[in-house]
């Protein structure tokens, strides 16, 4: 199970999200570090159109001001932004008894 840095006691059972474009790079490592821990399914992804600039809109800069993708958003509101941050979080809070 999924470990969380927000209370669980406050939480609805929503998935943390991963914002993303289809295509890029950076949120492809993303992809590849939850396909690592059999995770893919323990988040939802969420398209953000980049070629249209939906990441410079203020909307998107509230989650994560550089206006990049990718960024983890857990489920308390906590956004997490840069991939290498992202896969680090991954790496210590899934679990590796799937693989
Ligand atoms: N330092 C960031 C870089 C993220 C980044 O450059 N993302 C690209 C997609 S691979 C992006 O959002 N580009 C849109 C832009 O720069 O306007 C990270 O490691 O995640």
Do not use: W
């Not at 570090?33 to 988040?43: P, S």
């Not at 969420?46 to 001001?65: C, T």
């Not at 993708?69 to 992202?86: H, N």
């Amino acid at each position: 199970m999924f470990r969380f840095f927000c209370s669980p006691i406050l939480l609805a059972r929503q998935l943390p999200k991963i914002y993303e474009a289809t295509g890029f790079i950076n949120p492809a490592r993303v992809r590849i570090a939850l396909a690592e821990k059999k995770a893919l399914d323990q988040v939802e992804f969420v398209e953000v159109d980049v070629m249209k600039g939906e990441h410079r809109q203020a909307a998107f800069r509230a989650k994560n001001p550089s206006a990049s993708v990718p960024v983890l958003e857990l489920e308390c509101g906590t956004a997490i932004a840069k991939c290498s941050a992202i896969t680090e979080y991954i790496d210590h809070n899934f679990p590796v008894e799937n693989n």
